[in-house]
């Protein structure tokens, strides 16, 4: 359960009441019903700190489900979040699904939702989100204990799928 915003960190992480006690650590996925809420940054016995997803220092390697096109998603601490695209020219329509990316070394696990982009105008690298998950709501939480190994991941039709891509940039996650 979440019990509220941590003082003197308001609307950039929350508290919840599981801690290492309950088999959590720092880097574990935080989710609802509706998507990503951050990531388990501090883990006490009992309690553990919840970076949200719309920090200012949140950092995550991200796709735009609609052409599979590549970025990297950062909070903008006003509860919105910023897609930086690969490929600023890439054609990404308003409402197109963005989910997590996994690379080679992810603690985050593949295509979990995060929000959908927003309307801009032009040819713009950066992108608006809006987040899946509205934090001031936020009740009950899940936080994912299991990391998948490489063997475990999915790998498809050879021909098709291509192979996880390399860590992004230092500071994502």
Do not use: C, K, W
Not at 89 to 108: C, K, L
Request: net charge neutral; no cysteine.
């Amino acid at each position: 359960h979440v019990l509220g915003t941590v003082p003197g960190d308001p609307g950039s992480s929350v508290l919840i009441d599981a801690g290492s006690g309950d088999g959590l650590a720092s880097g574990m996925t935080v989710l609802d019903a509706r998507g990503v809420v951050g990531r388990l940054v501090t883990v006490t016995a009992h309690h553990a700190r919840v970076e949200l997803v719309t920090s200012p220092t949140a950092r995550y390697a991200a796709r735009v489900v609609a052409g599979r096109h590549p970025g990297r998603l950062r909070g903008r601490g006003d509860g919105g979040l910023e897609l930086e695209l690969n490929d600023p020219h890439a054609d990404v329509p308003a409402g197109a699904a963005v989910v997590t990316r996994a690379f080679e070394g992810s603690t985050v696990p593949d295509g979990l939702p995060v929000g959908t982009v927003g309307v801009t105008h032009g040819v713009n690298r950066y992108r608006p989100v809006r987040p899946a998950v509205d934090a001031t709501t936020l009740d009950v939480v899940q936080v994912i204990t299991a990391r998948a190994q490489p063997s475990e991941l999915p790998t498809g039709d050879p021909a098709t799928t291509t192979p996880l891509p390399p860590p992004p940039r230092p500071g994502e996650r």
